[in-house]
Every structure is written in structure tokens, then in C-alpha cells.
């Protein structure tokens, strides 16, 4: 559970290269309730009661040379520790009974691991994490949990945050992460508008992982508050100069207080098929060099 570790995606409750978890909802020097249920070809990982991997074993999985013995069998086990200290209060051990039927079912329901990308990348030891995933009608709390257990994709949430947006203020971001104590995500902060910087302060952003803003937002020349992905908002008289406007509003971006620059090279609609047209080398390289400049992750 060490954040500051090289290999930060292997947290408590993982099935090591097969489900990597890049959360812990338990901190070290902490005890916790770590709950194995082996039945048939499927495995299940809780925490606390809090189920985190939910995967089932195909009849062909997918292991690399050096996990091959990574698969459901037989005989002994016991408690191995790779790296620092564990502590063991107690085991208890419950044998099961299974019927063929019920593995049966199971296997019908497996992922086909030879077409799927996402064990190929555990079993590579890569972190898999979606960075930027927003809650809403069609991805609910509980979807987001069982999908994330079930296909193996870590989550990273992200509030849209900003005046406007679902999250307006200091209290309501407080209100948001009483709302997520022992969810199993990853918490990012997406920063709204240009006003995000003197909304929410110092301290409310630290309590995300990361923080993260695009450039998409911004006042134009003749003071239109304007959405680049909202046509009616988008007033252009001049393409080229409307593009430098573009360019100059992603430099200044880069001074806001946020880690990651997402949505880098968006264009509004009246201008998007002709990319290169308008994404020059030289409004490459300022983008580039402002982001060198301030240490900002693309």
C-alpha cells in the first residue's frame, strides 16, 4: 500500500497478475478482514467485506511463461510475503462443495482470455487504469464496482468540479468524499471553467489523487463565455487568429494549479477536419514548451 513505490498498482486485495488493484481501501498499519472464496473456476476477493475481484477462471486462460503456474488447482497452500511485513491475527479455512453443473455455468460466463487485452496487460505487470471516468445516468456507482471487479479496468472517478458543474464548492467536494469512504477508485478532481483555481482551495484539492483540466473553456476576444464543444457558443471571424486564440488560452492554462492537461488538441467542429491546417509545428512546440516549462502531464 505504499504510494510513493515504483510498482503502485499491486494493492491490498489484488489477484497478482491476473487482477491488479491500483486502490487500497485499507492503510498500512491497519488491520482488515481479507476474504478469499475459492468456488470452482471463480474467485472472488473482498476487504472488509467489500468485494474487489470477481474474476473466473476460463478453461484456456491466459498465462505468460512466468505465471504459468498462476491457475486454479489442488494440494497445500500457504502464506507468502514478497516484500516488507505482514502480520496474520488468524486463518479460517472453509472447505466447499461444488458441482459440476455450477462450473459448468461458470465457464459459459468467463471471458475469453485469448482475445482480451486487458489480462494480457495485468499479466504484463502494467497498470491498468482508466485515468478519467465520469459517473452519470448510464454508469452508476454500483455498474462502475461490478464492471471494474468483473473485466479487470481500475477506475479513476473524476467530479466535474467548477461553477456550473455538480460540484460548486469547498463543502459540496467534503460532501462528495464522505459519499466515497471505501469505494475502490481512484479520486481525481476534473477543474471546470477558468475559475476552478479560486473556487476550491488548496486544501479541498489535495484530497484528490490527481487533478486534471483541459482548456475547452475559456473567454474569447469579444468577452463570449465560450464551450469549444458547443457549436452556438464558437463565434469565428477568423479561422487563424480564432486558432492562435486557442493556443494562447492552452499556454495560460498551464499555470493553474492541476497535474494532468486532458482533451490537448481539441478543435470546434467549424474547424476540426482540418487538424493539420491549424495544429502547426510552432502552436505545437508553444503548447510543448509551456508544459515543460510548468511540469504538466499530457
Known amino acids: 500500500n505504499d504510494l510513493d513505490h515504483q510498482q503502485w498498482w499491486t494493492k491490498t486485495g489484488s489477484l497478482l497478475s491476473v487482477r491488479n488493484l491500483t486502490k487500497s481501501i485499507v492503510k ?3 488491520w482488515f478482514n481479507l476474504r478469499i472464496r475459492v468456488e470452482g473456476k471463480k474467485i472472488e476477493v473482498a476487504v472488509n467485506d467489500e468485494l474487489l475481484v470477481d474474476y473466473i477462471e476460463p478453461a484456456q486462460p491466459y498465462r505468460t511463461p ?3 503456474s498462476q491457475i486454479l488447482s489442488g494440494g497445500t497452500f500457504c502464506l507468502q510475503s514478497t516484500e516488507g511485513i505482514v502480520e496474520v491475527k488468524f486463518i479460517e479455512v472453509t472447505p466447499l462443495k461444488i458441482e459440476k453443473t455450477v462450473i459448468d455455468s461458470q465457464l459459459v460466463q468467463a471471458i475469453d482470455e485469448s482475445s482480451d487485452e486487458i489480462i494480457k496487460l495485468h499479466q504484463a505487470n502494467f497498470p491498468v487504469l482508466d485515468y478519467h471516468v465520469h459517473l452519470k445516468e448510464d454508469l452508476t456507482l454500483e455498474l462502475a464496482r461490478s464492471q471494474s471487479r468483473k473485466y ?6 473524476a467530479p466535474n468540479c467548477g461553477i456550473g458543474f455538480p460540484i460548486q464548492n469547498d463543502a459540496q467536494v467534503l460532501e462528495y468524499f464522505n459519499g466515497m469512504k471505501g469505494q475502490p477508485f481512484v479520486q481525481a478532481m ?3 471553467g477558468r475559475e476552478w483555481p479560486a473556487t476550491f482551495s488548496k486544501e479541498v484539492r489535495d484530497l484528490f489523487d490527481y487533478v486534471f483540466t483541459d482548456a475547452m473553456t475559456f473567454t474569447d476576444r469579444k468577452g463570449n463565455r465560450t464551450r469549444l464543444w458547443m457549436p452556438d457558443e464558437v463565434f ?4 487563424q487568429k480564432y486558432m492562435d486564440l486557442i493556443v494562447e488560452n492552452i499556454v495560460k492554462v498551464m499555470d493553474e494549479p492541476m497535474d494532468v492537461y486532458v482533451n490537448p488538441n481539441f478543435l470546434p467542429d467549424a474547424m476540426n477536419d482540418r487538424y493539420d491546417l491549424f495544429w502547426t509545428d510552432e502552436r505545437q512546440n508553444k503548447v510543448i514548451e509551456a508544459m515543460v516549462r510548468t511540469h504538466k502531464v499530457l
Open 28 to 30: 498500512n498499519n491497519e
Open 66 to 68: 512466468e505465471n504459468r
Open 236 to 239: 469565428i471571424d477568423d479561422e
Open 152 to 157: 479487470g479496468i481500475n477506475y479513476a472517478l
Open 190 to 192: 476534473q477543474g471546470e
